[in-house]
């Protein structure tokens, strides 16, 4: 790392990662300035928020200046940003080092790493994967998306003693990218209808993505989704150890003796890597089916790691979910309580409640947006929502949507809902808070919202 101190650094974009950036190389006493095409107006919280921080970094906004990149010695940008930005290409042309965040936190890492890759459940996977490696007793960094940058290893004080390092790695971050070889590679699906963002085409997307496979060597290992992916030629011709995972039995399938890997068969998780375990799953904490095939990954990756079966189990029965993302948060007198608060939108909070076995108590509810139409959503609510308690500026709208519901409650405040929704449970309910809607009309986020809900569910 000290090779940047004292460098002239110019970090382009200024999101979550751009912050983190700025204090990285704060640490190594750099002259920062920052850039970012979005106008002033558009910014207020951040330069407020950057204005804070000493030294104050320099600041180019509305534009970039290709005096800026110019100027710099080194040029690391943030995932928003396209890698081939006319001012970055200008500054590689002319010399300077110009690295994604992703990719310098690459350069820096010298510990094994795991990639997970995937259009969905890369976060799920890769926590997963984090918190069985932790239960074995090794030191892991999770990390790789905006909220938890890979630059963020390299800031631990004790990074040296990290064992394994696990990221997530999305197309965009996989572009520009030289000399990275992962140890192990999670693939869970490629998406039918990706979102084209910095790509011309389908096809340049997929390359993209599915070069970091091009990158492993026979001593490498590869995990891949068998239900999703098993007949794509790339994955069955990739050079390195393939082990494959399924939703569905191998033994029905009749490749038991074909493939190598974990599947499930008479309601246990069977992986024969290494050799033969199993494992009960039971008493999952985290639901849903897509949940189900995150879990079969990150078993499958784990046996491919050596992780002791009983670490294993532990995380198929402890393991929480991700924070906001149906987490699992505690059981209090027979009743469980999850939080789903970045389901922001109605599509996904119907989605959350739908993995439940059984109809929950669902508080929803948050910020008015004009021309939202609950009316395609009415029925499965109804079916999956035992109890309703609606909170929020829109919680008139979603009342009237929902009138054929026999339990709907209308409250004031965040806080009565929460204990409305306990007073109507019973043993073995689940409540849970979906809001679908935005945060913003009594919190300044769903984090915000989120951890408030926990903070009034652990005071209960």
Same mark, same amino acid.
């Given at each position: ?63 970039? !200046?290709? $005096? %800026? =990149?110019?100027?710099?010695? *080194? &040029?690391?940008?943030?995932? +928003?940003? @396209? #890698?081939? /930005? ?57 990390g790789g998306t905006s909220d938890s940058p890979f630059i963020e290893y390299s800031m631990q004080k004790d990074y040296e ?14 572009? !520009?990218? $030289? %000399? =990275?070889?992962?140890?192990? *590679? &999670?693939?869970?699906?490629? +998406?039918? @209808? #990706?979102? /084209? ?147 922001e939108k109605i599509g996904e909070m119907v989605e959350g409640i739908k993995s439940f076995k059984n109809p929950v108590i669902?508080i929803a509810g948050g910020k008015e947006i004009e021309g939202i139409e609950y009316e395609n959503y009415v029925d499965d ?80």
């Open positions: 790392m000290d090779r940047f101190r004292n460098k002239k650094i110019l970090i382009v974009g200024i999101g979550k990662t751009g912050f983190t950036l700025i204090n990285f190389f704060n640490r190594l006493d750099c002259e920062i300035r920052v850039t970012d095409i979005k106008p002033i107006f558009d910014l207020n919280k951040a330069i407020k928020k950057l204005k804070k921080i000493q030294p104050t970094p320099q600041m180019t906004f509305g534009e970039h !200046k290709d $005096e %800026d =990149f110019l100027e710099a010695d *080194v &040029v690391v940008y943030s995932p +928003a940003v @396209n #890698p081939e /930005l006319p001012q970055l290409e200008l500054a590689r042309r002319n010399g300077r080092e110009v690295y994604s965040e992703f990719a310098l936190a690459n350069k820096l890492c010298r510990k094994p790493i795991i990639a997970v890759c995937g259009s969905h459940g890369r976060t799920t996977v890769a926590h997963m994967i984090g918190f069985a490696l932790k239960q074995d007793g090794k030191n892991v960094f999770v003693k990290t064992d394994y390092v696990v990221v997530e790695v999305s197309a965009i971050q996989m572009r !520009k990218l $030289e %000399d =990275f070889h992962p140890k192990l *590679v &999670v693939f869970t699906n490629i +998406a039918e @209808n #990706p979102k /084209l963002q910095f790509f011309a085409s389908v096809g340049e997307y997929i390359e993209a993505k599915l070069s970091i496979v091009k990158m492993l060597s026979p001593d490498d290992t590869l995990i891949v989704n068998f239900d999703r992916l098993a007949n794509n030629t790339f994955f069955r011709n990739a050079n390195c150890q393939t082990y494959w995972y399924s939703r569905k039995s191998f033994v029905t399938i009749g490749v038991m003796n074909e493939v190598q890997g974990t599947h499930f068969h008479n309601r246990r998780i069977h992986s024969n890597i290494n050799y033969h375990s199993e494992f009960k799953v039971g008493s999952m904490r985290i639901v849903g089916q897509s949940n189900r095939e995150n879990l079969l990954a990150a078993t499958t990756a784990c046996k491919a790691l050596d992780v002791s079966d009983s670490s294993i189990q532990k995380t198929i029965e402890k393991f929480p979910g991700i924070p906001h993302r149906l987490e699992f948060l505690m059981e209090k007198n027979g009743v469980s309580f999850y939080n789903d608060s970045k389901s669902l609510i109804i079916d999956h929502a035992r109890v309703l308690v609606l909170v929020g500026e829109n919680k008139e709208g979603l009342n009237r949507a929902l009138g054929a519901h026999s339990q709907t409650f209308i409250v004031g405040s965040f806080e009565e809902s929460v204990l409305l929704a306990y007073q109507k449970s019973r043993t073995g309910d689940k409540i849970v808070l979906s809001p679908g809607a935005p945060a913003t009309d009594f919190f300044r986020d769903y984090e915000e919202r989120g951890n408030y809900f926990k903070k009034l569910v652990y005071q209960l």
